[in-house]
C-alpha cells in the first residue's frame, strides 16, 4: 500500500541552526500539507502547496520557514533558525483532493521528531 | 477558525464497552472526518461523512453528523484494547484541513 515516507525520524539540533525535514508524499497526490504538533497537544496547520507553490499557510508559517518541491518527488520543509519552540513532532501528508469543497482523505507520514537545544 | 472541539478531552472505559466522542464545528462545512492517532505515530483516517448524510458506518465505528447543530460524534462498539489512541475530528477550510485537539480514549483491560 502507498504511504508517505519523512525523513528523518527525530532531529536534534542547536537553537540558530538551520533543519531540513523531508518528505515522499504518495506518487499520485497532488496536495502536499505539513502540520506539527507539540507534545501531546492539537495538531496545527501549518502550509499547505500545490502546482509547486503555497496554497495557505498558517500564522505559524513566518519567514523562518519554506517549503519545496526540489524534484518532483520530494517535499521539504526548511526552518531557517531553529527556536526552542520549534520543538515538536513535524507531519507531513499529502491528498488526492485539496482541502476545500472536494476534501479528501489526508495520509499522514509517520512524522520527524524536531528536537532544540 | 473553523476548529473542531472533541469532548472528552480523555476518556477511560473497560474492554468491550462501546466509546462515544463528540465534536462540535463552528461554520458551515460540506465534509468531516475522523483520524486516529496511536501515540508518537502518524494519524490515521477512519472515515469521512458528507454534509448531505447523518450516519455511516465502518465496521465497528458509526459517525453521525449534525449540521443544524454543528455536531459529529464517533462511536467505537466493542471496545478493544488496540483502539487506546487520540482520535480527532477534521474539518475543511479554505485550502486546509484543520483538526480539533482531540480525545485521549484509553481502553482497560
Known amino acids: 500500500e502507498p504511504e508517505v515516507t519523512q525523513t528523518p525520524s527525530h532531529q536534534v539540533t542547536q537553537m540558530g541552526q538551520e533543519v531540513i525535514l523531508r518528505c515522499v508524499p504518495i506518487?499520485?497526490?497532488?496536495?502536499f500539507y505539513w502540520y506539527r504538533q507539540i507534545l501531546g497537544q492539537k495538531v496545527e496547520f501549518l502550509v499547505s502547496f500545490y502546482n509547486n507553490e503555497i496554497s495557505e499557510k498558517s500564522e505559524i508559517f513566518d519567514d523562518q520557514f519554506s517549503v519545496e518541491r526540489p524534484d518532483g518527488s520530494n517535499f521539504t520543509l526548511k526552518i531557517r533558525s531553529t527556536k526552542l519552540e520549534d520543538s515538536a513532532m513535524y507531519f507531513c501528508?499529502?491528498?488526492?483532493?485539496?482541502?476545500?469543497?472536494?476534501?479528501?482523505?489526508?495520509?499522514f507520514g509517520e512524522g520527524s521528531r524536531l528536537t532544540v537545544l | 477558525s473553523q476548529q473542531g472541539e472533541e469532548d472528552p478531552q480523555a476518556l477511560s472505559i473497560q474492554e468491550g464497552e462501546n466509546a462515544t466522542m463528540n465534536c462540535s464545528y463552528k461554520t458551515s462545512i460540506n465534509n468531516l472526518q475522523w483520524y486516529r492517532q496511536n501515540s508518537g505515530r502518524g494519524l490515521v483516517h477512519l472515515i469521512l461523512i458528507r454534509s448531505n448524510e447523518r450516519e455511516k458506518h465502518s465496521g465497528r465505528l458509526r459517525v453521525t453528523l449534525d449540521t443544524s447543530k454543528k455536531s459529529s460524534s464517533l462511536l467505537i462498539t466493542a471496545s478493544r484494547a488496540a483502539d487506546t489512541a487520540s482520535y480527532f475530528c477534521?474539518?475543511?477550510?479554505?485550502?486546509?484541513?484543520?483538526f480539533g485537539k482531540g480525545t485521549r480514549l484509553h481502553i482497560l483491560p
Open positions: 477534521a474539518t475543511p477550510w479554505f485550502d486546509k484541513i484543520i
Open positions: 506518487s499520485n497526490h497532488l496536495y
Open positions: 501528508a499529502s491528498s488526492e483532493l485539496s482541502g476545500g469543497a472536494d476534501t479528501g482523505e489526508l495520509f
